[in-house]
């Protein structure tokens, strides 16, 4: 058989997208090469959101054209658009991918011919991904992604759906959601098109929950602008999605998110956020975070940690600002010393240490459903796992419960996670939750 050779970088589409190639590549009579073999094609999707992506991503390149001499390398994803011909010029670049909707017929001139229907599976992954769109139609001044994915594609939702009893028949029992940008699903659908009734998010969403059976669906992301009546009527109204959100903070200093170019103030996304705790039981909220933007001052952060604070988020994702050439941020005056930054960077992450705390003690003495990602390490008869609301779960169990959805009870809780007792009736083989457990690596799960 041929053998090929995947690599990628980057964010849950990528993710998605990569998987897409390989099922085509394997529907041609590809296998992945193993680790002493030298693979006859090489696919790599790159990164460029920070500037560490590009050059991870021609590290990666040239890796592969070491380890596997006389290959040829498919390159695509976002640092391949948006500097082709920087990567045109890498060892055993045999094609560049510029633009995804160009994959089938690409593939093709390599001899592989699919038409790129969708996946059926998500191998060595917890949970799957579900690509709904591509593309981003917004200008914040930071960000270099529409640029490199320029314009709205939502997929239709028959080929969505067939997609997901595809994952679910395969054993999924967690499907993520995702896209570019998840909350514009749809807009492009109806936009323009006299007499086509809109279909949106929460549309979807109400259509995907009609599939039955004991699975769930996670939202990425939505932006705060998104949480509207029709989502949280929808999100509050289903059973099998999550109630776990993700608006994109970025700030909480309005004066930061002028500059930034988003579409909100502070005051307007706490307000979203409230109307979602006021509809949805005890909603499990992350965000992302950027620190260190042009300018931002002592006070501005100060304000950022007060609507952390606010909002209740229990998970922050963290970014140092990184100026992308090209983006108008890039050249905004008074960058912030990196120094600084970075002991902004410490002084967040201390109070999500404190929030995840306060949010994990609120959880004590319900009833949790968690996926198990794997046994707890140096905690032997334990398992770790992620709930509903995206918080870390600690309880006994052995790795045959790996990737089961099992329910438990919250007993006692740490910034780090919470820690359960088994209710499903499954055999404890003697083990009890006695004390809290410390020292939980960083990482193990949500992955």
Not at 25 to 52: H, K, P
Not at 72 to 94: E, F, H, I, N, W
Not at 287 to 308: K, L, Y
Request: net charge neutral.
């Amino acid at each position: 058989m041929k053998t090929c050779r995947l690599v990628t970088l980057g964010c849950k589409v990528n993710q998605y997208e990569t998987q897409l190639v390989r099922e085509a590549l394997e529907r041609q009579g590809y296998r992945e090469a193993s680790d002493e073999e030298v693979a006859e094609l090489c696919v790599v999707n790159t990164c460029t959101v920070t500037s560490n992506g590009d050059s991870r991503s021609r590290q990666v390149i040239r890796q592969l054209a070491k380890q596997n001499p006389g290959t040829r390398t498919l390159v695509m994803g976002c640092y391949a658009t948006r500097d082709p011909q920087a990567v045109a010029k890498l060892p055993s670049v045999a094609e560049v991918i510029t633009d995804k909707r160009e994959l089938p017929d690409i593939l093709a001139r390599h001899g592989i011919y699919d038409d790129l229907p969708g996946i059926s599976r998500f191998p060595g992954r917890k949970r799957a991904y579900v690509k709904l769109q591509d593309g981003c139609i917004l200008r914040c001044s930071y960000c270099i992604i529409p640029q490199v994915r320029p314009g709205l594609h939502s997929r239709s939702p028959e080929e969505i759906e067939a997609e997901v009893r595809r994952l679910l028949d395969s054993g999924h029992q967690e499907l993520i959601l995702t896209g570019i940008h998840v909350g514009h699903y749809g807009v492009d659908i109806s936009r323009g098109r006299s007499g086509k009734p809109p279909f949106r998010l929460w549309h979807l969403i109400q259509r995907l929950d009609r599939i039955p059976g004991p699975w769930r669906m996670r939202l990425s992301s939505i932006e705060a602008a998104e949480i509207d009546d029709d989502f949280i009527a929808a999100a509050a109204d289903t059973e099998h999605l999550c109630p776990h959100f993700h608006p994109a903070l970025q700030s909480g200093s309005t004066t930061v998110l002028r500059r930034m170019r988003r579409r909100y103030t502070a005051e307007r996304f706490l307000a979203a956020v409230e109307k979602l705790k006021a509809r949805i039981d005890e909603p499990g909220l992350t965000t992302d975070i950027i620190v260190g933007f042009p300018g931002e001052t002592d006070d501005e952060f100060q304000e950022t940690v007060a609507t952390c604070q606010q909002a209740g988020f229990h998970k922050l994702h963290i970014f140092p600002f990184s100026p992308r050439k090209g983006t108008p941020a890039a050249d905004y005056a008074d960058q912030v010393p990196g120094e600084v930054t970075n002991s902004r960077v410490n002084s967040l992450q201390r109070v999500e240490a404190e929030l995840a705390e306060r949010y994990h003690q609120r959880l004590i003495g319900r009833t949790l459903n968690v996926l198990v990602e794997g046994v707890a390490p140096d905690h032997p008869g334990m398992v770790l796992g992620t709930d509903e609301r995206y918080a870390t779960v600690l309880f006994p169990g052995s790795a045959l419960d790996a990737n089961r959805l099992i329910s438990v009870r919250a007993v006692a809780a740490t910034s780090q996670c919470v820690h359960a007792e088994r209710i499903d009736g499954t055999p404890l083989s003697g083990k009890a939750v006695t004390h809290v457990v410390t020292g939980i690596p960083a990482g193990l799960c949500h992955g």
